[in-house]
């Protein structure tokens, strides 16, 4: 999404991770996606670091703060907070039962304390940015200044899981600002963007860019790869 957002052209190939390519691993050899090779031969395979490669060559929506900004600061430790803390109480809540010494309500109740955090940043974003324009009730809430910025997209994809795992509880949990943080996105034309269907990649394929908005359907995908 952040690559789309910088309007910067990359070539994405699809993976299956059971049928790893030879050049993947090659690059790449830890094995893990996502994986920038850059024309130098240099490779980032950390995704916060390749959004702050794309959004460092342009940053048409303005989502990245320079790093002299205190929000920047910010936005790196909430990010630093979701990677070393709720990763960890998603991953045993959405893998419940490999990790059967203690029930899922449990490990829901451990990533509960950062949704919690979400939440209350969320809402007191909400409250003084609509207060400040009128209450516009359409508006949708961020995690900084109510603007879309490299963390609101760094930590939704990890939110969106966590709400799959159990979609009922989610739907009636207290957390409606962060719901309605979530639903902005699962709604927006960038999610759609990012997420469309694709196959997979084979030597020989034609590039497949990121951002391909005349292509919509696999099988449109699947023809200018193998042109037919």
């Given amino acids: 999404m952040a690559i789309v957002a910088s309007k910067v052209q990359v070539e994405q190939r699809e993976i299956v991770f059971w049928d790893k390519p030879a050049e993947m691993l090659t690059a790449s050899p830890k094995g893990t996606v996502p994986v920038l090779i850059l024309p130098n031969g240099e490779v980032i395979d950390e995704s916060r670091d390749i959004m702050l490669w794309a959004l460092a ?39 419940a039962d490999r990790f059967p010494e203690r029930p899922p309500e449990f490990y829901r109740e451990q990533g509960e304390v950062f949704l919690q955090r979400l939440e209350e940043r969320l809402e007191a974003g909400f409250i003084k940015t609509t207060q400040n324009q009128g209450f516009q009730e359409k508006l949708a809430p961020k995690l900084f200044k109510n603007q879309t910025g490299l963390v609101d997209v760094a930590l939704f994809p ?30 927006s034309e960038l999610f759609a963007s990012a997420m469309k269907n694709r196959p997979v990649w084979q030597s020989g394929d034609s ?22």
């Fill in 57 to 95: 060559q342009s940053d048409p929506l303005k989502w990245l703060p320079a790093e002299t900004d205190a929000d920047f600061t910010e936005m790196m430790a909430l990010i630093d907070q979701c990677d070393d803390e709720f990763k960890a109480h998603l991953d045993h809540y959405k893998y």
């Fill in 158 to 187: 990890f939110i969106r899981q966590f709400a799959q795992v159990d979609k009922t509880w989610f739907d009636t949990a207290n957390y409606p600002t962060l719901r309605a943080w979530l639903d902005s996105f699962l709604s």
């Fill in 207 to 228: 590039p497949l860019w990121v951002d391909e908005p005349d292509l919509q359907t696999r099988d449109q995908f699947t023809r200018k790869a193998r042109g037919n």
